[in-house]
């Protein structure tokens, strides 16, 4: 009667559990979220990324910039522009270079004509600078052309005579093929002209201020990860002289773009890369995320995601232009045709303008090849489409600027009321709330703090936030706390002697009481449970479940500081595959090896062994989600000593069950567990290789009737 | 068992090879005439074909061409842009300027779009026929290369002439039909500062003919927007489309123009345009007729990559005739842009395609309700609604605001059905979810609607729906696409540009199946006392479906919709649209939202009121919402150049895990958050849209890139400066950003 009582739960479980499968299976597929912008005056997206969480979501945000309109050469009055390769301001001029016409239109804060550099004079013979592809003027107003076809570089002065022609430097720093093609250029604070050559990867290079070449600096270097090296040694070793001779050797990519900052810095753009170059040439740029703060070398800037086309190409990431204006920086994509803003914190300001090369709309690009500061404005140069696009810092946009200007310097009290205003116009600045948070804790308001915080997913603030609260609390409350604790000892102990003394028994199934005692006494609990037959199936069951809900709880219930997944990322199938299926996989396998080393244990022994040694790690997920509340991530290390003495105790009691259940010595479990292990991994690899050829056959199928239909 | 194994396995064997047989066929299935050359063709003596009291339609039987003279003045227009008696224009100009028709084919046994025009292949060849109908002359054209052949009747009218191509009358073979532009230069000038065409994208748009002013500039929008259930792989932009099925061109330096409208099959057409380009030296804007359908089929290649195939239609849309009816204008009188919207709206009242509704309020509130979000339990994803506004919230807005301005607004209540603003159930399972309050907080939101005399509408979804109920179901009433399959939209992410199906995906109504919804609402309407029905979607969408020739190419559905609209009217309910197409806007009682600005393409150089200009004082039209535009400033201010009443979105609160779903609305319109900024518009415009409430307008000119005059049929004027420094007007100094109203 038991057993069949025992065996209806079981296949109750099995139903549920199959069920709860496949809900997880089904889900994906109505899935219900997206991001649309509301903003549909504009006819390009406005977007940044939601950050803090280990996977990044779009949010439709309301537009920084707006486009108000395109600078053509007809609009301009001087016929029509042909390659637009360039466009450079200073305080009061823009200087677009019409590239194709050999000339530069230099127009006035009103974007109105003020003149044109056209016919050069240098030593009384006319020179024509048609295909450059960059300029740079100086504060005394003179104006260097990258003359890249010509491979020199022409510095103008304002009464637009050649004053001086730089060419190819002759060091011995410069390969015999070197070819120089200047393409960009700019001058520091101390008139060292940096100039970026077409095809060089070494970095740029740097001139005097006398006009001497006097090396390269900042070169982009090949990311290289273990894999690459191992590869890179295997080819060594193996290739022949002719293969390794044919191999494309990786280069690290040339700049595409130099500007300077108001403070000389030095920034460069490359591929998906920004970089502010320090003296010595090594990328100072920095940003903080989840409490560390590190190096932005590694950051991807721009979409950290596949990008399409309206033919469903991808479109790779490509920066082409970068502009510095106070504490943001501005890249822009060739390909895609987007902008992208961050502080100089690296935080993603805004996303915007677009076209995916085919953009035929204001503020949409084909190719856009550089982007300019000018005031309130951004200047965007398209070399195929021939105009220039002037971007306007809309009231929001402004007001978003200021506020996170003043929390950059840190002025966050005053940054308050902007970011108040912000988060009025748009509920989904991130930016906002973050502000907001900071400007409530220096005010000491800790819970406002912390509930702008947890909303703007800024877990820095809101551990110093909890920190504060926390001591705050503690220190009202002292003697509460300090009583309560004190009463919670003494509960305790009165408790456990009260118990020994009387014997009490809360558990009266003496199969249930051996599961649960596994942790403490292994070998005596195992032992019984093998040699009475003490198994029961539904508290392995049940235990196998807790340890999934355990897990869920630990990505989903832990405390907001600690928690890196959210509603909209987490994957629960990989969750079950990655407990429940890892279990089962473990006990078959194991069953299955130690029956070839003479195992006396059976499948269901085995199983129930193994939930029972699954206690601690439920322990330790019950005990993060409780402690992940009050503990601030710089007690981090105490979570990761509990994390990993779980661990290797779970490990140690599958040890010890091993050897109580097949009847082995240590040695014999240990290696029978290391091949359970390496059964389990080709398991996993059959499993795979048959579900991707089961995908491959659906995929063959639906192929056909797709064709079928389509005829 | 093992005797039938055999038996089984053959047929199997058999299915499999016919299945095959089936793949490899070219499966091209003709339901258009067959083509056929005649033995000679006919052709008509050049000389007069029609004549009515204004005009004399005459054929040129050397040119091929059609021309068109008004008998008052001699002034003349003909399809040849020219005058070929005393000009010669050769190569690639003559191949554009002769041709009366350019065809867009699909290539046999390929899947590729080419072009031809009817100069290459049927004006050198002499393959024209000629035959005389009533009042004009129809005229075949006979593309012997493709064997294909398409008549145009030529028609003189009253005031001008129309163009129509009979659909029965094409005839082809292996070569089908794509698409047919028509007259591509008799709405044309030659290229000269000061001419323009107009387009109307968004609210319209002047094109420019100066060759000094830019390059040559191409432009090509659908009418009433591209169609909805054609999926598209990855959606890179977003365009107005063009509500109004028009074009027209102004010449400067004699004043001649010409207006055209679509007056048949406008929904299947494109209007597009070509400007200043110096080979041509003509500048012209003209109707292009999709005949046939189709749909971008992703199709997994032997290495397993993916390619887009594009899929066509066998039939042709069972439209009757495509038609393009040319106002010519008098040169003596104004041929401008306004002359145009003025032409068009008595158009509009002659065909009954516009009323003459009353408006009462200066501006609206669109209230939304909720929004889904994703929730989990146990680590299982599910979806549920959550309210940003209950139907008591609701309330308390409407009695908060009652007191703003010279007038209650118009409260529009969007977002209550089961999935709030997501697409879920057809018309949101038609009633209020309970999520959001019972019955009896319904009838306190309209009674307090009533008594503060605003008007009250509740917004449906009738054609978009992603879950089956109230006996549709997303399997069998589901419009078809192309190929044959339900045609399948969804959201797509502002990242990556792709339609993310894996995040929900909706069908629409079967077009067969849009009248029972409506009976259905009006029937729900009814119980729930509602009085005012807002049907967004259906006045904005137009689309496809391939279940039924007559909806082909988005066909018929100006038609369908009115009907729709016209019904629910006289079932005494009120109707409320938003950005909506003509055939919706002109028969509304409101229009809550109308497109602000063009389609911003490159080729446009001035954005014109054009759409507003038409309705205004005929129907109450209002801004978008101002709150939920880039630059609100702007956007109020854009309103006020045409007088408009001004639009607002909002919702009583927000949740953060709405943040990164679909409906970004709902963070910029928390209620107590925008209340001061939108009664600061409300005020500040107030007096002025008192006086111009109900009255059009005569007047639109654009002074500079910035400041604009309107002059409205009362007489008032408002000068509107959206520039960054302020303008000296007749009124006075305008400050930037600015507007400034009087009488001159």
């Keep these: 009667m038991k057993k069949n009582k025992n065996s209806v739960l079981q296949l109750r479980i099995l139903r549920v559990s199959a069920l709860i499968i496949m809900l997880s299976f089904l889900m994906p597929s109505v899935f219900y979220v997206s991001a649309q912008s509301a903003y549909t005056d504009v006819p390009y997206q406005s977007y940044t990324y939601q950050t803090g969480y280990n996977t990044k979501k779009t949010i439709s945000i309301k537009p920084v910039y707006e486009a108000v309109s395109n600078l053509t050469g007809e609009k301009v009055g001087v016929g029509a522009f042909t390659n637009v390769n360039y466009v450079f301001s200073t305080d009061d001029s823009i200087y677009i270079l019409d590239s194709g016409n050999s000339r530069i239109i230099v127009l006035d804060k009103n974007y109105d004509l003020t003149y044109i550099i056209s016919s050069l004079d240098f030593n009384n013979e006319s020179i024509d600078f048609t295909g450059a592809r960059g300029l740079y003027v100086n504060k005394e107003k003179t104006v260097y052309i990258a003359d890249t076809d010509h491979s020199r570089v022409l510095a103008v002065d304002s009464d637009k005579k050649v004053i001086d022609v730089i060419e190819t430097p002759d060091s011995d720093l410069l390969d015999e093929d070197f070819l120089f093609s200047p393409a960009r250029i700019v001058e520091d604070d101390n008139n060292y002209l940096y100039v970026l050559s077409d095809g060089c990867y070494y970095g740029a290079l740097i001139f005097s201020p006398e006009r001497e070449f006097v090396g390269f600096y900042g070169a982009n270097t090949v990311k290289s990860t273990v894999f690459t090296v191992i590869d890179n040694l295997v080819q060594s070793l193996f290739d022949s002289e002719a293969k390794r001779s044919s191999s494309v050797k990786k280069l690290p990519f040339q700049f595409a773009d130099i500007c300077v900052d108001q403070k000389s810095f030095i920034y460069t753009v490359s591929e998906s890369t920004v970089r502010r170059l320090g003296p010595s040439g090594n990328n100072i740029l920095n940003y903080q995320d989840n409490y560390s703060f590190s190096s932005a070398e590694n950051l991807v800037f721009g979409d950290d995601l596949k990008v399409y086309n309206s033919s469903n190409k991808e479109v790779q990431q490509s920066f082409s232009a970068v502009s510095v204006k106070g504490n943001y920086i501005y890249t822009c994509d060739s390909l895609s045709g987007r902008i992208y803003m961050y502080d100089n914190a690296c935080n993603l300001i805004f996303v915007f303008a677009g076209g995916m090369g085919e953009g035929n709309q204001l503020g949409t690009f084909v190719t856009p090849s550089s982007i300019t500061n000018f005031g309130n404005d951004l200047l ?4 195929v489409k021939n105009t220039v696009t002037v971007f306007r810092l809309t009231d929001y946009g402004n007001t978003l600027i200021t506020a996170n200007n003043l929390t950059l310097s840190g002025d966050y009290s005053e940054s308050k009321e902007y970011w108040q205003e912000i988060y009025k116009k748009d509920k989904n600045c991130q930016l906002a709330l973050s502000g907001l948070a900071k400007a409530a804790l220096v005010e000491e308001d800790y819970d406002l703090a912390l509930d702008y915080a947890k909303r703007g997913v800024d877990r820095i603030t809101y551990s110093k936030a909890f920190s504060k609260s926390m001591s705050r609390w503690v220190t009202d409350n002292f003697l509460l706390v300090f009583g309560g604790a004190l009463f919670l000892v003494a509960a305790i102990c009165v408790l456990i002697i009260y118990s020994n003394k009387h014997s009490v028994t809360l558990i009266k199934n003496r199969s249930v009481v051996l599961g649960l005692t ?41 405390g907001f500081m600690y928690t890196m997944d959210n509603n909209e990322t987490f994957n629960s199938l990989l969750l079950i595959i990655g407990t429940v299926g890892l279990v089962l996989l473990g006990t078959m396998v194991n069953w299955g090896v130690c029956i070839l080393f003479e195992g006396k244990g059976k499948m269901k022994e085995i199983y129930c062994a193994f939930c029972y040694c699954l206690i601690p790690q439920i322990i330790y997920s019950l005990m993060f989600v409780i402690l992940s509340q009050f503990i601030v991530p710089s007690g981090t290390t105490f979570m990761t000593i509990l994390n990993v003495v779980c661990i290797i105790y779970t490990v140690i009691l599958l040890l010890c069950a091993v050897c109580v259940i097949h009847e082995f010595d240590f040695f014999k479990a240990m290696s029978t567990g290391i091949a359970t292990i390496l059964g389990m991994v080709l398991i996993g690899f059959v499993i795979f290789m048959v579900l991707t050829l089961c995908q491959n056959f659906v995929g063959f199928i639906v192929g056909i009737i797709r064709e079928v239909t389509l005829r | 068992m093992t005797a039938k194994m055999p038996k089984l396995m053959g047929f199997i064997s058999i299915l499999a090879v016919l299945c095959m047989l089936c793949a490899c066929s070219d499966g091209t299935v003709k339901y258009t005439n067959d083509y056929k050359e005649p033995d000679f063709f006919e052709q008509t003596q050049s000389g007069t074909v029609a004549e009515n009291d204004a005009y004399i339609l005459s054929w040129n039987a050397e040119e091929y061409s059609l021309s068109l003279v008004q008998k008052s003045t001699g002034q003349k227009w003909s399809t040849i842009p020219y005058d070929t008696a005393n000009e010669t224009v050769d190569g690639y100009a003559r191949v554009n300027l002769h041709s009366p028709l350019t065809l867009w084919y699909v290539e046999s046994g390929k899947n590729n779009l080419k072009s031809i025009s009817a100069y290459q292949d049927c004006v050198n060849n002499g393959s024209i026929t000629c035959e005389k109908i009533e009042n004009g002359l129809r005229v075949t054209y006979y593309f012997m290369s493709l064997e294909i052949s398409v008549s145009v009747d030529y028609e003189l009218t009253a005031d001008g002439f129309t163009a129509s191509i ?10 089908r039909v794509y698409s047919i532009s028509l007259l591509p230069y008799f709405v044309a000038t030659k290229n000269a500062p000061d001419s323009y065409l107009f387009v109307p994208s968004g609210s319209g748009a002047l094109i420019y003919t100066d060759t000094a002013l830019r390059p040559v500039s191409s432009y090509s929008e659908s009418v009433y927007g591209n169609d909805a259930a054609k999926a598209v792989n990855s959606k890179i932009n977003s365009d107005y489309g063009c509500k109004l099925p028009v074009y027209g061109v102004h010449n400067a330096a004699d004043n001649s123009g010409i207006f055209a409208v679509i007056s048949s099959g406008a929904e299947s057409a494109k209007i597009e345009a070509t400007a200043a380009d110096p080979d041509i030296g003509y500048s012209s804007a003209y109707a292009t007729f999709i005949l046939r359908g189709s749909t971008t089929v992703s199709v997994t290649e032997v290495r397993g990559s993916e390619s887009l195939v594009e899929k066509y239609s066998d039939d042709i849309s069972s439209i009757d005739k495509f038609t393009v009816r040319y106002f010519v204008m008098d040169s003596s009188a104004d041929t401008s842009y306004n002359a145009m919207a003025s032409l068009y709206r008595d158009y509009l009242l002659e065909n009954g395609g516009l009323n003459n509704a009353s408006q009462t309020a200066d501006w609206y509130l669109n209230v939304l309700c909720g929004a889904r979000i994703k929730k989990t339990f146990l680590g299982v994803p599910y979806y549920s609604t959550v309210s940003v506004t209950s139907l008591e919230e609701a309330s308390e807005i409407v009695e908060k605001v009652s007191s703003i301005g010279n007038t209650a607004p118009i409260i529009k209540l969007s977002g209550f059905g089961d999935y709030g603003l997501d697409i879920g159930k057809i018309a949101g399972g038609f009633g209020v979810s309970n999520k959001f309050g019972d019955k009896k907080e319904l009838a306190e939101l309209e009674k307090k609607a009533e008594e503060n005399a605003d008007s009250l509408y509740f917004n449906f979804d009738v054609i978009r729906f992603g879950k089956s109920s109230s006996g549709f179901s997303t399997r069998t009433d589901a419009a078809k696409s192309a190929n044959g399959t339900s045609a399948i939209s969804g959201y797509y992410d502002v990242a990556s540009n792709i339609l993310r199906l894996d995040y929900g995906e909706y069908g629409f109504i079967m077009r067969s199946k849009l009248p029972n919804v409506i009976d259905k609402l009006l029937e729900k309407a009814e119980d729930l006392s509602m009085n005012g029905l807002a049907l967004d ?22 038609r369908d919709v009115s009907k729709i609209v016209t019904d629910i009217k006289s079932s005494k309910y009120k109707v409320a649209v938003s950005q909506a197409n ?62 408009q009443g001004l639009g607002f979105s909002v919702n009583d609160s927000y949740s953060s895990n709405l943040m990164t779903g679909a409906n970004s609305a709902l963070a910029a319109g928390v209620f107590d958050d925008i209340f001061d900024e939108m009664k600061g518009y409300i005020e500040e415009s107030a007096d002025f849209l008192e006086r111009v409430r109900n009255v059009g307008i005569t007047e639109y000119k654009v002074l500079s890139d910035t400041l604009s005059k309107t002059v409205f049929e009362n007489g008032t004027v408002v000068y509107v400066n959206l520039g960054m420094s302020d303008e000296q007007t007749p009124l006075g100094v305008l400050e930037k950003m600015s507007f400034i109203y009087g009488k001159e």
């Design chain 1, 518 to 558: 596994t942790p403490i006494h292994p070998f005596a609990s195992l032992g019984e449970i093998k040699y009475k037959k003490l198994t029961n199936i539904p508290l392995a069951t049940v235990l196998l479940i807790l340890f999934y809900i355990g897990k869920v709880s630990e990505s989903l219930n832990g």
């Design chain 2, 582 to 643: 003509v055939y919706a806007a002109g028969i509304a009682d409101c229009v809550l939202g109308t497109p602000q600005s063009s389609s911003g393409y490159d080729a446009l150089d001035v954005d014109i009121p054009f759409y507003q200009m038409v309705f205004k004082g005929y129907v109450p039209i209002y801004s978008s919402e101002l709150n939920l535009s880039a630059n609100s400033r702007r956007t109020f201010l854009e309103a006020l150049k045409s007088g």
């Design chain 2, 537 to 558: 979607s259906l006045s904005s969408v137009s689309y496809s479906d391939y279940s039924d020739s007559d909806y082909y190419v988005k066909g018929n559905m100006a």
């Design chain 1, 380 to 383: 965007v140069a398209d070399q």
């Design chain 2, 166 to 175: 009979p659909t029965d009358k094409i005839t082809e073979n292996q070569q």
